[in-house]
Protein backbone atom coordinates (compact mmCIF):
# COMPACT_ATOMS: atom_id res chain seq x y z
CA UNK A 1 0.00 0.00 0.00
CA UNK A 2 1.40 3.74 -1.07
CA UNK A 3 0.95 6.40 1.50
CA UNK A 4 2.17 9.54 1.57
CA UNK A 5 1.56 12.54 3.09
CA UNK A 6 0.27 15.91 1.91
CA UNK A 7 0.47 19.52 3.25
CA UNK A 8 -1.72 22.10 2.34
CA UNK A 9 -3.15 25.62 3.68
CA UNK A 10 -5.46 25.18 5.81
CA UNK A 11 -9.19 26.17 4.05
CA UNK A 12 -10.98 27.45 7.37
CA UNK A 13 -11.26 31.02 6.93
CA UNK A 14 -9.35 32.64 9.35
CA UNK A 15 -7.03 29.96 9.99
CA UNK A 16 -3.85 30.20 9.17
CA UNK A 17 -2.47 26.70 9.89
CA UNK A 18 -1.32 23.95 7.35
CA UNK A 19 -3.34 21.18 7.18
CA UNK A 20 -1.74 17.42 7.19
CA UNK A 21 -3.03 14.51 6.06
CA UNK A 22 -2.24 11.07 5.20
CA UNK A 23 -3.59 9.24 1.91
CA UNK A 24 -3.28 6.47 0.11
CA UNK A 25 -4.41 5.02 -3.41
CA UNK A 26 -7.63 2.99 -3.50
CA UNK A 27 -7.44 -0.90 -4.41
CA UNK A 28 -7.88 0.34 -7.97
CA UNK A 29 -4.73 2.37 -7.78
CA UNK A 30 -6.51 5.54 -9.04
CA UNK A 31 -7.56 7.53 -6.92
CA UNK A 32 -6.15 9.05 -3.65
CA UNK A 33 -8.36 8.84 -0.77
CA UNK A 34 -7.91 9.73 3.23
CA UNK A 35 -6.01 6.90 5.63
CA UNK A 36 -8.45 6.21 8.21
CA UNK A 37 -7.31 4.42 11.78
CA UNK A 38 -9.86 3.56 14.03
CA UNK A 39 -12.46 5.40 12.25
CA UNK A 40 -10.65 8.45 12.74
CA UNK A 41 -9.33 10.64 9.36
CA UNK A 42 -5.23 11.05 9.94
CA UNK A 43 -5.39 14.34 9.17
CA UNK A 44 -4.54 17.37 11.22
CA UNK A 45 -4.52 21.12 10.95
CA UNK A 46 -1.51 22.52 13.14
CA UNK A 47 -3.21 24.94 14.86
CA UNK A 48 -6.30 22.90 15.44
CA UNK A 49 -8.79 24.99 14.16
CA UNK A 50 -11.24 22.27 13.67
CA UNK A 51 -11.86 17.95 13.98
CA UNK A 52 -10.17 16.09 11.18
CA UNK A 53 -13.53 14.92 10.45
CA UNK A 54 -14.51 17.73 9.14
CA UNK A 55 -11.57 18.70 7.73
CA UNK A 56 -11.74 16.16 5.31
CA UNK A 57 -14.91 17.41 3.11
CA UNK A 58 -12.91 20.74 2.53
CA UNK A 59 -9.74 19.14 2.15
CA UNK A 60 -11.17 16.13 -0.54
CA UNK A 61 -10.40 17.94 -4.21
CA UNK A 62 -6.75 18.62 -2.85
CA UNK A 63 -6.36 14.91 -1.87
CA UNK A 64 -7.73 13.32 -4.85
CA UNK A 65 -5.34 15.41 -7.12
CA UNK A 66 -2.04 13.44 -7.92
Known amino acids: MDVETIQIPCPTEGCEG ?8 DDD ?18 RGCRPPEDLVSLIDPEVRAA
Open 18 to 25: DVHAAREL
Open 29 to 46: GTRWRIVWFEDVPVVLCS
